[in-house]
């Protein structure tokens, strides 16, 4: 499933082959995505695309028509640019046309949106309820301790709760736990404000880190230009069940917490 490292890389790709340009076209393919998508889109055709934002996993397109284009990737999604003006193929759902390109969504599972979005933008129920970004300001230590006291869920878990903070997806939250030495299973609730300010930290780091290599690579996610992303060559304990910890030696755990796989070194984190 992209995160957030993947939706911004691919939002980066996409954004000089959208933003000040003028939309010409939204020809959609198959409306049965995760929500049908609406015909009020067609409102953005003859637009201005003035920018391009993120919240959360939902990629902004921001116009001069009174509303603003809504996408997410969902499960398997991925946004693709096409200058040869080649046909689609099997499972391109919707493309984006503009005088220079066509951005084409692809999804094999169709989990993924495209909505029109009407102001205020912060008010719309997929985004009213969202916590702060993890690169943000508003993010630090003292914000999960605060939140976190009397919280018996698993410190996991917690951090990947829209609520608290946005876009800690399952990789970045077993790698951030590893980093500050701190057991996934351990109550939110039970984690120290020393402890919360390394952790705050070490997502800033992987995420950051991750951006920058292009996203992490697992099944479906290729960036814009068709290319994998490359973080998954630098994980430090995802996907590691049974090898040796990079920091003691011991073998690595695998571990459902939340539905979620989990893994973590049974020496090192506490």
Not at 83 to 105: E, M, N, Q, W
């Amino acid at each position: 499933m992209p995160e957030l490292p993947e939706v911004e890389t691919t939002l980066r790709g996409i954004r000089p082959y959208l933003e000040g340009r003028t939309l010409q076209a939204i020809d959609v393919r198959d409306r049965r995505l995760r929500w049908p998508v609406p015909e009020t889109i067609q409102q953005a055709v003859g637009a201005r695309i003035t920018s391009l934002q993120r919240r959360a996993k939902y990629m902004i397109l921001e116009t001069d028509a009174g509303g603003d284009l809504l996408i997410h990737l969902g499960m398997s999604g991925s946004l693709r640019v096409i200058t040869d003006r080649s046909g689609p193929r099997k499972h391109d759902h919707f493309d984006l046309v503009t005088d220079s390109a066509i951005v084409r969504y692809n999804d094999p599972r169709r989990f993924g949106a495209l909505l029109w979005v009407n102001p205020p933008r912060g008010e719309h129920e997929l985004l009213a309820h969202l916590g702060p970004e993890p690169l943000g300001d508003e993010f630090s230590g003292d914000l999960l301790f605060d939140r976190s006291r009397g919280r018996r869920v698993a410190v996991k878990n917690f951090i990947m709760d829209g609520r608290v903070v946005v876009g800690v997806g399952n990789i970045y939250a077993t790698e951030a736990l590893f980093m500050t030495g701190i057991h996934p299973n351990r109550a939110a609730g039970r984690v120290s404000r020393a402890r919360y300010g390394a952790l705050a930290e070490a997502i800033r780091d992987v995420l950051a880190r991750s951006i920058r290599q292009g996203g992490t690579t697992l099944r479906d996610y290729v960036n814009s230009d068709g290319a994998p992303g490359y973080f998954a060559l630098d994980l430090l304990a995802y996907g590691r069940d049974g090898k040796p910890c990079f920091q003691c030696g011991a073998g690595m755990r695998h571990k459902v917490i939340g539905q979620r796989s989990s893994f973590y070194c049974p020496r090192c984190q506490r």
